[in-house]
């Protein structure tokens, strides 16, 4: 499998409560949409996604990333029962993880490092 395989999956069709969605493949539109929709979503350590914990800590946010992976409206995704969420949602971070894995989330650490330091070190010169 190529990088850009990994990075740019095919579609994955998901039978959840009766229907099928289909994890739509990852598009600078959908990465944006993740982004947004996931900020502040932290992931364990190594990259270990604990889907029921994730759902649990951060639902809507979840459910707004779900929206934008399979181009369905947020209410639908309300709709659905827990377990079949839960499903859908594993087929979504599935399907996106080589992404947010091995890019975004090292790119997001780096970020709050750089803030942390630019805090700390705007914190010194003051009481200098």
């Known amino acids: 499998m190529s990088e850009l395989e990994k990075l740019v999956p095919e579609a994955a069709r998901v039978e959840v409560g009766g229907r099928i969605f289909e994890v739509k493949p990852l598009t600078v539109r959908r990465m944006v949409g993740l982004t947004r929709a996931l900020s502040g979503v932290l992931l ?9 914990a994730l759902v649990a800590e951060h639902a809507d946010k ?19 029962a827990r377990d079949d969420f839960i499903v859908l949602a594993a ?3 599935g399907a996106y993880s080589d992404f947010f894995v091995r890019r ?18 705007s914190m010194q010169s003051k009481g200098s």
């Open 104 to 121: 975004a989330v090292p790119a997001l650490k780096s970020a709050a490092q750089k803030a942390t330091a630019a805090i700390a070190g």
């Open 91 to 93: 087929a979504v971070v």
């Open 44 to 52: 364990g350590e190594g990259g270990d996604i604990d889907m029921a």
């Open 62 to 80: 979840i459910v707004e990333a779900v929206a934008v992976a399979t181009d369905e409206k947020p209410d639908t995704i309300y709709e659905l």
